[in-house]
């Protein structure tokens, strides 16, 4: 997978050189490059930024620098997609992601979509003629006014081939860097969960790690994948590891006592009840095929 992040803070991105993030790029299962805003100013003070149109607090980020970085991201992403014969870019597996060929073409600049940002599911752009269909990116805009992240969500964008991330700061983005980004390239807004961050940068380490971690090679161990919190509805049940006293605490008898089957039923059962005591709004959700007998008994 290819991810290119924008940022006028780029060391705030560091820590994805580190831990499995950091070695999956140096293996290759993650092409990740981290570009700086600034660098796509022409004035001497390298500004992004201006006052609001119509007035109010704070300040709000330049459109041309966004546009020529979002060009140059498409750009360099082409010349390397190329550069692999069209490869990574353009699996069989990803193919049902593909921007969506059979509708029309992304409106022209003259007839502005109605919300370039409101592309849920993903606005249908058009790839020009004889061209991949992942010649673009998937563009997510991290913001408290995007669509919840979720499990599911993560598991969508593991299938992309490409992501971009353009993080805001201060007010936000100036609105015509989505239209201009959406005649090219699909637009999504995320955001983490109902509270304020000061910028997109916290969000997409959130992001791209749950995303990356997804990625087949990434995890060695992909079983740690299947029975977690959110993969299948429930939150995951209590562990526990060595002495089997401590402290006069003692490690729940079951799991000392080699019943594979004993074991199992006791954590559904504990995933049942914490999912109930934390988490009420997800018993909700859970589809009752996937409940059995003994689980309505807790
Ligand atoms: Cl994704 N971005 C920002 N800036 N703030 C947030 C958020 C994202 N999610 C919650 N708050």
Redesign the pocket.
């Known amino acids: 997978m290819r991810i290119d992040v924008v940022s006028i803070f780029p060391e705030y991105l560091t820590p994805l050189e580190l831990s499995l993030i950091g070695k999956a790029r140096r293996t290759g299962l993650l092409d990740l490059t981290v570009h700086d805003l600034r660098e796509f100013t022409h004035d001497r003070h390298r500004t992004v930024d201006d006052a609001p149109a119509g007035g109010g607090a704070g300040m709000v980020m330049k459109p041309e620098p966004w546009a020529e970085a979002l060009d140059h991201i498409v750009a360099e992403g082409r010349r390397a997609g190329a550069q692999t014969g069209a490869g990574e870019l353009d699996s069989p597996q990803t193919s049902s992601v593909a921007l969506n060929q059979t509708q029309p073409a992304a409106p022209a600049a003259d007839a502005l979509p109605g919300d370039p940002t409101e592309t849920q599911p993903p606005a249908a752009v058009t790839a020009p003629e004889g061209e991949s269909p992942h010649a673009f990116p998937l563009l997510l805009v991290?913001?408290?006014s995007?669509r919840p992240?979720t499990q599911a969500m993560a598991r969508e964008l593991a299938a992309e081939p490409w992501l971009a991330f353009a993080c805001?700061r201060y007010e936000g983005i100036d609105e015509r860097v989505y239209e201009h980004a959406s005649s090219q390239m699909r637009v999504q807004p995320?955001?983490?969960?109902?509270?304020?961050?000061?910028?997109?940068e916290?969000?997409v380490l959130a992001?791209v790690e749950a995303v990356a971690r997804l990625i087949p090679g990434v995890i060695g161990n992909a079983e740690s994948l299947v029975e977690e919190s959110h993969e299948d509805g429930l939150l995951e049940y209590p562990v526990y590891t060595k002495p089997a006293s401590w402290q006069g605490r003692d490690v729940p008898p079951v799991l000392m006592s080699g019943h594979h089957a004993q074991i199992e039923r006791w954590r559904r059962d504990e995933r049942l009840r914490r999912t109930a005591r934390r988490r009420p709004d997800l018993i909700g959700l859970l589809d009752p095929a996937d409940l059995d007998k003994k689980d309505r008994a807790v």
């Open positions: 991290p913001s408290p995007g992240f805001g995320v955001s983490l969960g109902d509270y304020v961050l000061n910028g997109g916290v969000a992001i």
